[in-house]
């Protein structure tokens, strides 16, 4: 709907134009953190994720490529040591974020696209299109998903972006299912029958109401979909089938274990990237948590 | 009326805290009910007639904030262990519900939930149970009682909700039964169904009826009129309805389409306690200066109580 | 004139359509404008289903819609649009009848951009029909689930005579509000269908509010209109042996 009300007189036009300044107001932002603390503390490990990949060449304190004295413990220059070739895993850390990332995210709004698609169609029609499409999804939900990924992998060439294709046209089942079913819902509700009877248009509603009353469960979705995209590529990558050319954690663990990190017990070595996965997987689930609301209330009242 | 009736509330009120300030859902209660008396607490969506149901079986959850007494067979509920009310509720108390398509568990049968409330109730066990669960389910007018016993809730609409409901409730042959606004959304012949069925089955209990609707209130002995959390008036239902002195149950009566459909003047709002002087004054043509003072409910003919200066 | 002629619906359900339910049986029914026509009948017994057809929400297995003459049973989406306007719809639960995701001025403004009120119009003609249905306008940008039933079907008012309709379907439009608000919804509707010459079919299961409202009544029973005929008629001399039976039970 066109945000025309503010240009449109109203008694309290005011209230209006503060709620849009607001946004940025020191004492707002801390009442909504303080209302769901749990989605805020998500949000600020995300953001300090973002801000490592992106700035990975400026606080990196070596060249990940270049090489030096292998198996180092960790020192002052070295902060998590070396590897077998001798170079610095604090810095592998933090380029290997931008690959276990972009991997995450672009493979998470793969699934997320073909899955809100399928969904909203399915629910919103009837007919041979739902059962088509739903039947199409339970094939998909039937294939075990990490050993058809595993071969996929293996077939194609070990590339970033052949991991984020195979892991987004295979993980879309769940989401399409979620959706489908609160379209189901939705469209039951009176307004939409009355959005039809004022003279609009299928596409508009999908797009304007139906989608819009979606959205809460496409967020969590895509969130928990990042996670485990992250989760699949660094399965994959252990197994060796990541891409060599750019660094994932998952990949780091894998040389660890191949090249002698394990072996020689160095856990800064296999530790760090583990620990990374977890506290970004964390991160997105911390996300999808909603904050407890009072609409029991407006109920008994 | 006796203090030793069966349910005595004294000074009852119920606080929600919400974001925007505290909601008085109801605001010093007097009530006071016989044994096999029928009351009905008639009022508006937001005057705290539901609410007040709720607290007489202390089943407000912890955000509301509960001040009074509330004595049930001289028993204060608001002292009772967690046993004894476990014993109050859905035994000596039963709660017909609102919104009867909703409060069955839709993935156990109808009959199974009735048989496990006879139990939970101590009135009897195993096949026992059974009987007395197809038994109710036929004295609610179902005429397969079998049928519907192992049917689950979905199969049912709503009036037969509401039917099964009651079989429920009653089942346990409870000493006091709240109906929650039995006859919402029902057509006219499900609501004579409904109301003839509960004044039967709960013929040797006593009832208190929560309700919107004046039509249904009239087959109650009492009738108390609630607005904005208070009782403003209050006194056997044919003398209330036939000459209500309160401006606000002659406004109920008249918005009846019967009646002339005339609307009452105003919009009801939720913070209304927090002004002074009479709840109802912004929406009385009769408001005067009087009606800055606080009115008491006070009796004002035998077996009468009115909440307003003019009366 | 809004017609419906011998209008019939199926539903099939089950596995490939085994299962037919006849909702609505040969159902003629006809409003003029100006008036408004009551039906009735039990839960159930397809006067809701018959009111969605009559605004083409569902299509009829059979039988013909004619509005002001011309027959729109079959008329494309595309050129039905036009005749939209002149008829709507108003529902029973006001807790979904506004989308929960925005405002009741959002969704107010969704009629009147729909109609393409210039901008520079729309805050006058708000002014008007919020007069007109008593919708207070310090409300409007709140949220569906923050205002009581009765603003919320108000502002569907709003909504929906924005369109000046000369036909509005009322499926039991006040059976979940209260005495008093019903009251005022009933006697605006009123005054509309006298004062702008709206034809109304209102569906209800209450006896009451028909009498009070509807010049003519229609009394359905599992999918047929058993009887119709002037209000006065019908609740004085009821041929229907069901008729009689339902006010006898309102009594």
């Known amino acids: ?301 | 009326m006796s203090q030793g009736g069966l349910l005595v509330v004294r000074g009852l009120s119920v606080a929600f805290k919400t974001q925007k300030g505290t909601v008085q859902a109801i605001d010093g209660i007097d009530l006071d009910l016989n044994e096999n008396e029928t009351l009905a607490i008639v009022g508006e969506s937001g005057c705290g007639k539901s609410v007040l149901g709720h607290a007489i079986m202390r089943l407000l959850d912890d955000i509301a904030v509960v001040r009074g007494s509330v004595r049930f067979r001289e028993k204060e509920v608001y002292e009772m262990d967690t046993t004894a009310l476990l014993n109050l509720r859905g035994g000596l108390i039963s709660l017909v519900p609102q919104s009867p398509s909703s409060s069955f568990n839709p993935v156990i049968t109808i009959g199974k939930q009735i048989e496990e409330l006879i139990e939970k109730a101590g009135k009897e066990k195993g096949n026992g149970a059974r009987k007395r669960a197809l038994e109710y389910l036929s004295l609610a007018g179902f005429s397969e009682p079998e049928l519907i016993h192992k049917s689950y809730p979905h199969r049912l609409s709503g009036g037969m909700c509401e039917r099964a409901l009651i079989a429920m409730a009653l089942s346990v042959e409870p000493e006091l039964v709240i109906a929650d606004e039995p006859t919402k959304g029902l057509d006219a012949l499900s609501r004579k169904n409904i109301l003839g069925l509960l004044h039967k089955l709960a013929k040797d209990a006593s009832m208190i009826m929560i309700t919107h609707d004046l039509k249904a209130a009239e087959t109650c002995e009492r009738l108390a009129v609630m607005y904005s959390g208070e009782i403003v008036e209050e006194g056997p239902t044919g003398i209330v309805l036939n000459h209500p002195r309160h401006v606000y149950t002659k406004g109920l009566i008249d918005a009846q389409p019967s009646r002339g459909m005339t609307p009452i003047k105003g919009r009801h709002n939720l913070f209304s306690h927090n002004a002074e002087g009479c709840r109802f004054k912004e929406r009385c043509d009769a408001a005067s200066n009087e009606c800055n003072n606080h009115p008491m409910l006070s009796k004002v003919e035998d077996y009468r109580k009115v909440r307003c200066c003019h009366a | ?251």
């Open chain 3, 1 to 251: 004139m809004l017609e419906l002629v011998k209008i019939s619906k199926e539903f099939r359900t089950g596995f490939l359509g085994r299962n037919v339910k006849q909702a609505v049986i040969d159902a003629s029914l006809r409003v003029e404008r100006g008036e408004i026509v009551g039906l009735i009948g039990e839960s159930g017994c397809g006067k809701s289903t018959l009111g969605r057809i009559a605004v083409k929400l569902l299509m009829p297995s059979s039988g013909h819609i004619i509005l002001d003459g011309a027959d729109v049973t079959d008329m494309p989406e595309k050129q039905f649009r036009e005749f939209r306007r002149q008829m709507q719809i108003i529902f029973q639960h006001p807790e979904t009848a506004l989308d929960p995701q925005y405002t009741l001025l959002e969704s107010i403004l969704e009629s009147f951009n729909k109609i393409g009120i210039p901008e520079a119009e729309q805050k006058g003609l708000l002014e008007n029909i919020s007069e007109e249905v008593n919708l207070p306008l310090d409300i409007v940008d709140r949220h569906p689930n923050q205002v009581s039933g009765g603003e919320i079907q108000r502002a569907v008012l709003t909504r929906v005579f924005a369109f000046e309709p000369r036909y509005l379907i009322l499926d039991e439009p006040t059976s979940m509000l209260d005495v008093s608000v019903q009251a005022h919804i009933l006697q605006l509707l009123k005054r509309k269908a006298k004062k702008d010459n709206v034809g109304m079919l209102f569906i209800s299961h209450d006896l009451e509010v028909i009498r009070a409202m509807c010049d003519r009544v229609a009394v359905m029973k599992e999918g047929k209109i058993l009887e119709d005929g002037s209000a006065k008629e019908m609740f004085q001399s009821p041929k229907s042996s069901y008729m009689k039976q339902l006010l006898e039970n309102s009594a």
């Open chain 1, 1 to 301: 709907m066109p945000r025309i009300q503010s240009r449109l007189y109203m008694p309290n036009v005011e209230n209006m134009s503060e709620k849009w300044s607001s946004s940025l107001d020191i004492g707002k932002f801390r009442k909504r953190v303080c209302a769901s603390p749990i989605k805020f503390t998500g949000i600020a490990i995300l953001v300090v994720l973002v801000f490592i990949a992106i700035t990975a060449p400026l606080i990196a304190p070596h060249d990940p490529e270049k090489t030096g004295i292998p198996y180092q413990s960790p020192s002052a220059d070295h902060l998590l040591g070396t590897n077998d070739l001798g170079q610095d895993i604090f810095s592998e850390l933090l380029y290997a974020s931008r690959t276990s990332l972009v991997v995450g995210f672009l493979a998470a709004i793969i699934s997320i696209v073909i899955g809100v698609s399928v969904g909203l169609m399915a629910g919103y029609y009837k007919g041979w299109i739902r059962e088509l499409l739903m039947g199409m999804t339970d094939v998909f939900l039937l294939i075990p998903g990490l050993p058809l990924m595993i071969i996929l992998a293996a077939y194609l060439s070990p590339s970033m972006w052949n991991i984020i294709l195979v892991i987004g046209l295979l993980w879309w089942c769940s989401t399409a299912r979620v959706v489908q079913s609160r379209v189901l819902q939705v469209r039951e509700m009176q307004f939409i029958e009355s959005t039809r009877a004022l003279g609009y248009s299928d596409s508009y509603i999908l797009h304007k109401h139906v989608l819009a009353n979606t959205k809460e469960v496409i967020y969590a979705k895509f969130s928990l979909a990042v996670a485990s995209a992250m989760l699949a590529e660094a399965s994959l990558s252990f197994l060796g089938l990541g891409d060599p050319l750019n660094i994932s954690w998952g990949e780091m663990i894998h040389f660890a274990f191949t090249r002698g990190g394990f072996a020689n017990d160095m856990w800064w070595w296999y530790l760090p990237p583990g620990l990374m996965i977890c506290i970004t997987v964390l991160a997105f689930v911390l996300i999808t948590m909603e904050s407890r609301k009072d609409s029991r209330l407006v109920e008994l009242i």
